[in-house]
């Protein structure tokens, strides 16, 4: 009886926080529409503009308290620039959730945010890490690398049948604690991963269970042991991880290569998909990458991974460096050049 009288109440008591944050996110939502309207009435008013916020400010906090001061009115009047149709908000995101995705400029990505974080149920901390780790861009990267259209990496939600959907480029484990120089080994890596395994699966994406680490597979005469091993739901397959700290090579790609394929043959159900292989390794040569069977194939891939979150200028930059390598090897390619 106590037990479900505690369960009772709890569950009130979150929807009532979840009704308020509904009520919060759609005063605001008011709020700045107000705002924007007022100054798009007539020049007087917009002359006026410089003044309002301020004084709106002031006002609204002698009255209603800190909220509303001039700089979250601010945030209000962009939140409605930003999302000008109230009927599109999202009911399971807070206020602070919406004034995360203010940070975002793109608008495709900002609502690509929107998607993922209400239905994957991301808290703020959360939604404020992906936004901070360019989750985003990094998908994007990945499917630049399988030379998708434009319309494509306007809306992933296309390609969600396909494995390099759920592979970034570089992944971010910085949530390890693990310093950032010096010489890893494999397996300190692998038992962090293991201690931060809830951090881990929503950094590979939506989908992921784990199954096991250093899972056998036998041939006649010999064992293998693979690092780590999930099932993706959503793909309905499973997805090896092969970890690496050191540079990738073209040993660990046919190593890579033989698991998927002895793992295809010995464990795969009859309703599975074809199994994936992931190297995630310490830096990888673009050229190992382009002349090995990583490239094109839609069951193997490389990510490097990054112990130490970059700024997100940092990131960017290196984005963009590996985009200009892969449109120089495209361009290369179709001029008939050697890449």
Same mark, same amino acid.
């Given at each position: ?45 917009? #002359?006026?503009?410089?003044?309002? +916020?301020?004084?709106?400010? %002031?006002?609204?906090?002698? !009255?209603? /308290?800190? *909220? =509303? ?117 494999? #397996?300190?890596?692998?038992?962090? +991963?293991?201690?931060?395994? %809830?951090?881990?699966?929503? !950094?590979? /994406?939506? *989908? =992921? ?131």
């Amino acid at each position: 009886m106590l037990g479900t009288l505690r369960e009772l109440i709890a569950d009130a008591r979150q929807q009532v926080l979840r009704a308020v944050d509904v009520a919060q996110v759609q005063t605001y939502w008011h709020i700045g529409r107000h705002i924007v309207e007022f100054e798009q009435g007539g020049s007087q008013r917009a #002359a006026y503009g410089q003044r309002l +916020l301020p004084q709106l400010g %002031q006002a609204l906090s002698a !009255e209603f /308290g800190r *909220g =509303f001061d001039a700089t979250n009115l601010r945030h209000m009047r962009a939140f409605y620039q930003a999302f000008p149709i109230r009927d599109a908000l999202r009911r399971e995101l807070s206020w602070t959730h919406y004034r995360l995705l203010l940070r975002v400029d793109s608008t495709e990505a900002r609502q690509w945010y929107v998607h993922e974080a209400a239905s994957q149920n991301w808290s703020t901390r959360a939604l404020e890490r992906q936004i901070g780790s360019l989750y985003y861009e990094r998908l994007l990267l990945s499917q630049d690398r399988a030379a998708v259209s434009e319309e494509a990496h306007a809306n992933l939600k296309a390609l969600e049948d396909s494995p390099r959907a759920f592979v970034r480029d570089p992944v971010m484990l910085e949530f390890l604690g693990l310093p950032g120089a010096g010489r890893l080994l494999e #397996a300190t890596l692998e038992a962090a +991963l293991m201690d931060k395994l %809830q951090q881990f699966l929503m !950094e590979l /994406g939506k *989908g =992921f269970a784990f199954v096991a680490r250093q899972q056998r597979i036998s041939t006649e005469t010999q064992d293998f042991y693979i690092d780590l091993v999930f099932y993706n739901y959503l793909l309905k397959c499973f997805v090896l991880i092969d970890l690496q700290t050191g540079p990738l090579t073209h040993q660990d790609v046919g190593q890579m290569d033989m698991y998927v394929r002895m793992y295809d043959e010995l464990r795969r159900g009859e309703g599975d998909n074809p199994t994936v292989g992931i190297l995630l390794c310490g830096s990888k040569d673009q050229s190992v990458a382009r002349y090995s069977v990583l490239h094109g194939s839609e069951q193997l891939f490389a990510s490097k991974y990054r112990l130490i979150l970059p700024s997100e200028e940092e990131l960017r930059l290196e984005l963009q460096r590996d985009r200009e390598a892969i449109e120089e090897h495209k361009r290369l390619n179709s001029e008939g050049g050697t890449p």
